[in-house]
């Protein structure tokens, strides 16, 4: 059997689906070997099951520095030095369990007001602008970047800084090395304002992370590579899925009549989290390499080889979820494994489903009549990014 | 049922407690999980499982 290049192309006309081969790969077996750019040949995992079962097990490491790590296009090697998303227990642990805190589900609930004055005032600017508007620069892009300043305790007066850097950061016309230089400034920035939050504290997640540096517990480098990690992860993955998400409700009309009609936090804390799965935005799969080997579904994982755990397909299991590339948000998707699974399950999840709760339950109210301005084959689709989604929507109402 | 919850292995992902907060909380300091009950209400034995289920790290154990 040959052995297939991975990643795979989604099918033409099918912008929300995983490729068809994944689908093919699904059925056939719950792993198989791929074969990356860099000519290795990794486990693919496409099954639910399996794939749970990997990202929990304490024998796979996330350490990108091994040399078995199954690196891609996907994978920025930056990003190595900004914190413990690459790294394993008990360091992982250490670093992680020094940010959590705000994580929790009512500290973030306690953020809801403030997260839908940001949503409600982004709102009111697009009504009162131009039509038609691009919807990733005028509202997706600002939701998350607006939310992540109030987080760490970004002074108002350097907002307007803050998202013109950030936009620095996914902008796609940007050279690897323009991006590295944005990070590099966000970097030196979160440091600066570290210092000025030991110096003056606030109530805010910086001035927690510099107070554990005046108790000797992170290094301030360490410090500032948390608060670097934590606005780059919570960043494009939050505006992509606003973006993509609703540009998935304006093609299946009936979903988005119920999400517009609703005010039950019940029915629309499901929608996100069935968006979240049929969405998947991080298509280049959780990427892990084994410590020891590992026996599963009847292959045997020999330690030192590279595990690639494809999510979006996980989430297509018939399986585990009925008619699985349907878009359903009445369904139970509380399953799905969009934030991963196991230690490095995203940290930001909690706040993440509120701010997508806030903006799926105001967008479609306040602007009923929201619809796309051009045709969906001219949308941009960021097939080449790590984390998917569309690189502009223009909308119009 | 009695639950039992390894709070080295909690990661603060929230799931525990959005399934069944009767039974789950988080604490002030850093959002590790903790118990409100061991021993659970028959009517909160279906969130119970959901929790269970849904932890990325299966810090929840339950015994019938």
Same mark, same amino acid.
């Given at each position: 059997?040959?052995?297939?290049?991975?990643?795979?192309?989604?099918?033409?006309?099918?912008?929300?689906?995983?490729?068809?081969?994944?689908?093919?790969?699904?059925?056939?077996?719950? $792993?198989?070997? +791929?074969? &990356?750019?860099?000519?290795?040949?990794?486990?693919? +995992?496409?099954?639910?099951?399996?794939?749970?079962?990997?990202?929990?097990?304490?024998?796979?490491?996330?350490?990108?520095?091994?040399?078995?790590?199954?690196?891609?296009? *996907?994978?920025?090697?930056?990003? +190595?030095?900004?914190?413990?998303?690459?790294? !394993?227990?008990?360091?992982? *642990?250490? &670093?992680?369990?020094?940010?959590?805190?705000?994580?929790?589900?009512?500290?973030?609930?306690?953020?809801?007001?403030?997260?839908?004055?940001?949503?409600?005032?982004?709102?009111?600017?697009?009504?009162?602008?131009?039509?038609?508007?691009? $919807?990733?620069?005028?509202?997706?892009?600002?939701?998350?970047? $607006?939310?992540?300043?109030?987080?760490?305790?970004?002074?108002?007066?350097?907002?307007?800084?803050?998202?013109?850097?950030?936009?620095?950061? +996914?902008?796609?016309?940007?050279?690897?090395?323009?991006?590295?230089?944005?990070?590099?400034?966000?970097?030196?920035?979160? !440091?600066? #304002?570290?210092?000025?939050?030991?110096?003056?504290?606030?109530?805010?997640?910086?001035?927690?992370?510099?107070?554990?540096?005046?108790?000797?517990?992170?290094?301030?480098?360490?410090?500032?590579?948390?608060?670097?990690?934590?606005?780059?992860?919570?960043?494009?993955?939050?505006?992509?899925?606003?973006?993509?998400?609703?540009?998935?409700?304006?093609?299946?009309?009936?979903?988005?009549?119920? &999400?517009?009609?609703?005010?039950?936090?019940?029915?629309?804390?499901?929608?996100?989290?069935?968006?979240?799965?049929? #969405? %998947?935005?991080?298509?280049?799969?959780?990427?892990?390499?084994?410590?020891?080997?590992?026996?599963?579904?009847?292959?045997?994982?020999?330690?030192?080889?590279?595990?690639?755990?494809? %999510?979006?397909?996980?989430?297509?299991?018939?399986?585990?979820?009925?008619?699985?590339?349907?878009?359903?948000?009445?369904?139970?998707?509380?399953?799905?494994?969009?934030?991963?699974?196991?230690?490095?399950?995203?940290?930001?999840?909690?706040?993440?489903?509120?701010? $997508?709760?806030?903006?799926?339950?105001?967008?479609?109210?306040?602007?009923?009549?929201?619809?796309?301005?051009?045709?969906?084959?001219?949308?941009?689709?960021?097939?080449?990014? *790590?984390?998917?989604?569309?690189?502009?929507?223009?909308?119009?109402? | 049922?009695?639950?039992?919850?390894?709070?080295?292995?909690?990661?603060?992902?929230?799931?525990?407690?959005?399934?069944?907060?009767?039974?789950?909380?988080?604490?002030?300091?850093?959002?590790?999980?903790?118990?409100?009950?061991?021993?659970?209400?028959?009517?909160?034995?279906?969130?119970?499982?959901?929790?269970?289920?849904?932890?990325?790290?299966?810090?929840?154990?339950?015994?019938?």
């Amino acid at each position: 059997m040959t052995i297939q290049e991975f990643p795979m192309a989604r099918a033409a006309g099918c912008p929300f689906d995983p490729p068809p081969a994944l689908h093919e790969l699904q059925r056939e077996a719950p $792993l198989t070997r +791929v074969r &990356l750019a860099n000519g290795t040949t990794p486990w693919l +995992v496409t099954r639910y099951a399996e794939q749970r079962a990997l990202l929990s097990d304490p024998r796979i490491s996330a350490d990108v520095r091994h040399p078995g790590f199954p690196a891609g296009a *996907s994978v920025d090697r930056h990003r +190595v030095s900004i914190g413990f998303v690459l790294m !394993d227990d008990p360091e992982h *642990s250490r &670093l992680r369990r020094t940010v959590t805190a705000p994580f929790a589900v009512k500290r973030v609930e306690a953020m809801r007001p403030l997260v839908q004055s940001i949503v409600d005032g982004l709102i009111d600017e697009m009504l009162d602008g131009p039509r038609p508007v691009d $919807l990733v620069q005028a509202f997706a892009l600002p939701v998350p970047s $607006l939310v992540i300043c109030e987080l760490l305790g970004v002074p108002y007066t350097d907002h307007d800084f803050f998202q013109d850097n950030s936009k620095h950061l +996914v902008n796609r016309n940007a050279s690897p090395a323009e991006r590295r230089e944005a990070f590099q400034i966000f970097n030196a920035y979160l !440091d600066d #304002l570290i210092g000025a939050k030991t110096a003056a504290p606030t109530d805010d997640l910086l001035s927690q992370l510099a107070a554990r540096i005046e108790a000797g517990e992170l290094a301030r480098a360490e410090a500032a590579g948390i608060a670097t990690l934590l606005l780059i992860a919570g960043h494009e993955t939050t505006a992509n899925m606003i973006a993509l998400g609703t540009l998935a409700l304006l093609e299946n009309p009936d979903q988005l009549t119920l &999400l517009r009609e609703t005010d039950d936090p019940k029915l629309i804390a499901g929608a996100v989290n069935e968006l979240l799965r049929y #969405l %998947n935005i991080p298509h280049g799969g959780r990427r892990r390499v084994a410590l020891a080997d590992i026996e599963i579904a009847g292959e045997l994982i020999r330690a030192g080889e590279g595990i690639i755990m494809a %999510n979006d397909i996980g989430n297509r299991d018939p399986s585990v979820f009925t008619d699985p590339d349907t878009l359903d948000l009445t369904r139970d998707a509380r399953g799905h494994l969009a934030f991963g699974f196991g230690a490095h399950q995203c940290l930001g999840q909690p706040l993440a489903r509120m701010e $997508l709760q806030v903006v799926y339950g105001t967008l479609y109210r306040r602007i009923p009549s929201l619809r796309l301005a051009t045709s969906i084959d001219r949308i941009p689709f960021k097939h080449d990014g *790590s984390v998917y989604g569309v690189y502009e929507l223009p909308v119009t109402w | 049922m009695k639950i039992q919850l390894d709070q080295e292995k909690c990661v603060v992902s929230g799931q525990c407690l959005l399934a069944a907060p009767e039974v789950f909380d988080q604490r002030d300091e850093d959002g590790i999980a903790f118990l409100l009950t061991e021993s659970p209400g028959a009517d909160t034995v279906a969130e119970v499982r959901h929790a269970a289920a849904v932890c990325p790290v299966l810090a929840i154990t339950l015994e019938d």
